[in-house]
T-cell receptor, first 113, second 113 residues
Framework: NAGVTQTPKFRILKIGQSMTLQCAQD?????MYWYRQDPGMGLKLIYY???????DKGEVPNGYNVSRSTTEYFPLRLELAAPSQTSVYFC????????????FGDGTRLSIL | QQQVKQSPQSLIVQKGGISIINCAYE??????FPWYQQFPGKGPALLIA?????SEKKEGRFTISFNKSAKQFSLHIMDSQPGDSATYFC????????????FGGGTRVLVKP
């Protein structure tokens, strides 16, 4: 049981490039989330999904896009990378229910130069 | 607008001592208050959580104290061990908003042997 798997672990991008951060979970969780964590700061919600085909914006969605075609995968897309998007990105998931703990992946460290 | 404020930003404690981290929130609709522990290079992991209908919850050496009237909650780590050295995040959510977590800024705890 792998839990939440994020790839790649590290990436350096040039300004204006695009890339997709991958997130997969094998727990059949309906709820999935993308957060960014800036140095010395807490996590901020970028996008989330409550099930396949359903996504919604979080606190800081500008510059990002998501899709959720299956329960297992929830990729995050950066279309035109900017230095302000340098951060560590975490994907999380949890099962159905009133209050469920979120299970986090180990993150993708992204630098944009 | 930061809805969950966490203090201190960092903390050094001797082995066997007590670590205390405080959080204050603004939104009275919050109904779930988890604490996450994060080791370097890893994603946050749920440590302990509390609902506002109780004033204290204890799990092993970790205790959450909750003061609803003051809109504050705190994490106490008793008999702190070097293995407790990590970054701790408080968070809050409410069911009506789909359980999306709002995180505090984090506290880096260092336990000296």
């Amino acid at each position: 049981n792998a839990g939440v798997t994020q790839t790649p672990k590290f990436r350096i991008l040039k300004i204006g490039q695009s890339m997709t951060l991958q997130c997969a979970q094998d727990m059949n969780h309906n709820y999935m989330y993308w957060y960014r964590q800036d140095p010395g700061m807490g996590l901020k919600l970028i996008y989330y999904s409550v099930g396949a085909g359903i996504t919604d914006k979080g606190e800081v969605p500008n510059g990002y896009n998501v899709s959720r075609s299956t329960t297992e995968y929830f990729p995050l897309r950066l279309e035109l990378a900017a230095p302000s998007q340098t951060s560590v990105y975490f994907c999380a998931s949890h099962t159905e229910g009133a209050i469920q703990p979120q299970h986090f992946g180990d993150g993708t460290r992204l630098s944009i130069l | 607008q930061q809805q969950v404020k966490q203090s201190p930003q960092s903390l050094i404690v001797q082995k066997g001592g007590i670590s205390i981290i405080n959080c204050a929130y603004e939104n009275t609709a919050f109904d779930y208050f988890p604490w996450y522990q994060q080791f370097p290079g890893k994603g946050p992991a749920l440590l302990i959580a509390i609902r506002p209908d109780v004033s204290e919850k204890k799990e092993g050496r970790f205790t959450i104290s909750f003061n609803k009237s003051a809109k504050q909650f705190s994490l106490h780590i008793m008999d702190s061990q070097p293995g407790d050295s990590a970054t701790y995040f408080c968070a809050a959510s409410f069911q009506a908003a789909g359980n999306k977590l709002t995180f505090g800024g984090g506290t880096r705890v260092l336990v000296k042997p």
